[in-house]
């Protein structure tokens, strides 16, 4: 059992027979009252996100999921294949299960799939990913004052807001959790 003080953001819990990750929590004490856990949840089976409120210290179920290591192959029409690092069996994953991740996706990274009663059904990515710029503006002279951005477009069809300074064919660290520029490698 998961207890309401234990609640972070990628925590996975099970109401009623059913998997949720949070996607945020707040802890709210309220002046008259007791105190109680404004979450919103994402089902890890129809990806549906709902908002849920407990009572503070109320216990929820923790579900049994088990996590692979797959390593990404290839994209194609029927979805995403990925190969089994232990087994070394390939399996397909759909676009729903995939997600948002498939800006991620390069071949050959590693990732974990979890498994929810032997059923795949989410994508659970690194931190951090590197991707090259396949599209950006070119950078105007005297445009770094402003500390802004300019967008730019990865190798994965990402869109990113990236510093002037970054140019075509530039490798990116990208965080995969926000989709947010990181910093410029270097190689």
């Given at each position: 059992m ?16 059913t998997?949720?990750?949070?996607v945020?929590f707040q ?27 407990f ?13 692979k ?19 070394y ?6 676009k ?11 071949e050959n990274?590693?990732?974990e799939?979890?498994?929810?009663k ?29 500390g802004?951005?300019k967008?730019?477009t990865?190798?994965t069809g990402l ?19 926000s ?9």
């Amino acid at each position: 059992m998961i207890s309401t003080s234990e609640f972070k953001k990628g925590v996975c819990i099970e109401i009623e027979g059913t998997p949720y990750v949070i996607v945020e929590f707040q802890h709210v004490k309220p002046g008259k009252g007791n105190a109680f856990v404004r979450t919103r949840i994402k089902n890890l089976v129809t990806n549906n996100t709902i908002d849920k409120t407990f009572k503070s210290g109320e216990k929820v179920g923790e579900p049994e999921l088990e996590k692979k290591r797959m390593q990404f192959l290839y994209a194609d029409g029927a979805g995403y294949q990925f190969m089994d690092l232990d087994a070394y069996e390939q399996l397909s994953l759909d676009k729903e299960t995939v997600g948002d991740n498939k800006y991620y996706l390069i071949e050959n990274l590693e990732i974990e799939v979890l498994y929810y009663k032997g059923r795949p059904i989410a994508v659970e990515m690194p931190n951090f990913v590197e991707l090259k710029v396949t599209y950006c503006e070119p950078a105007i002279k005297g445009d770094t004052v402003s500390g802004g951005g300019k967008p730019c477009t990865v190798s994965t069809g990402l869109n990113v807001i990236v510093p002037y300074h970054i140019k075509l064919n530039d490798i990116l660290k990208i965080d995969t959790r926000s989709g947010e520029y990181v910093e410029k490698i270097n190689k």
